[in-house]
């Protein structure tokens, strides 16, 4: 016995689909321009986000191909070859290698004994509000070593005093300039207390730990001392493994 046609599944799948169709249709012939206009205009901005990710991308490895070109000039002294493209980079470098070109050309200044055209050029550098911090920094660092001498101590101790802390990532090179400041006030028992702290860190270059167990020598700090225990205590650990590991075998 056949069904009726409302009881069909057939049938009503049938029904359905068309009527699905019917209404794709009707949304087609109400919104199909602006479904195309949006389709379209998705791909096109993809394409245009595309492009310009590459587009920054490559501009930027070919700054840092320029850069690490200057750098190498300067590293052989030629200074003159390097001059323009460090003054086209420090324009056109951006926030990052247009900053280390900024910062090249204030130490070649420096390096000229030009103090004032070095301190300036830092100090550009230290008030730019693109700059990233760690850079304003080291800019601040190295104008007040540019300005030392015509500085009072107690001017250079309270610029320099955030960053001549442990935690700081310039603490050494913020820290030997504090403790000098503190040996031009007659603070002796004060710089000899920084420069031992500045010896036990564990982030100041080695260059820099000497300088600083020097001047701590001439103080009488025991500078010396606390630093050889530091880097003892560091070489502990490297030590047992090395008794472990042949124990082991």
Do not use: C
Not at 72 to 82: E, N, P, R, T, V
Not at 184 to 194: D, T
Not at 219 to 245: F, Y
């Amino acid at each position: 016995m056949a069904l009726p046609p409302e009881q069909n599944p057939t049938f009503i799948r049938e029904v359905d689909e068309e009527l699905r169709r019917e209404e794709l249709l009707r949304i087609w012939r109400s919104y199909g321009v602006w479904i195309v206009v949006a389709v379209v205009a998705i791909l096109l901005g993809v394409a245009i986000w595309l492009y310009m990710d590459h587009r920054s991308t490559s501009a930027a490895a070919a700054r840092g191909e320029r850069y690490d070109a200057v750098v190498h000039d300067l590293s052989s002294g030629q200074k003159a070859k390097a001059a323009p493209e460090l003054a086209e980079l420090s324009k056109t470098g951006g926030a990052g290698y247009g900053t280390l070109a900024r910062l090249e050309q204030a130490n070649i200044l420096l390096e000229k004994g030009d103090l004032k055209g070095a301190a300036a050029k830092f100090a550009e550098i230290e008030s730019d509000p693109a700059v990233a911090e760690p850079f304003r920094q080291l800019a601040t660092i190295r104008r007040t070593y540019a300005e030392f001498d015509s500085m009072k101590p107690s001017q250079v101790i309270d610029r320099l005093k955030a960053l001549a802390v442990p935690d700081s990532p310039w603490f050494g090179s913020a820290g030997e300039l504090v403790a000098m400041a503190y040996m031009k006030q007659g603070k002796r028992s004060e710089a000899g207390a920084l420069l031992s702290k500045i010896a036990q860190a564990d982030n100041v270059p080695d260059s820099l730990r000497q300088r600083v167990l020097q001047l701590a020598g001439v103080l009488g700090a025991d500078a010396s001392a606390t630093a050889a225990t530091s880097e003892a205590t560091a070489a502990e650990p490297a030590a047992n493994e090395q008794s472990e590991g042949n124990t082991t075998r």
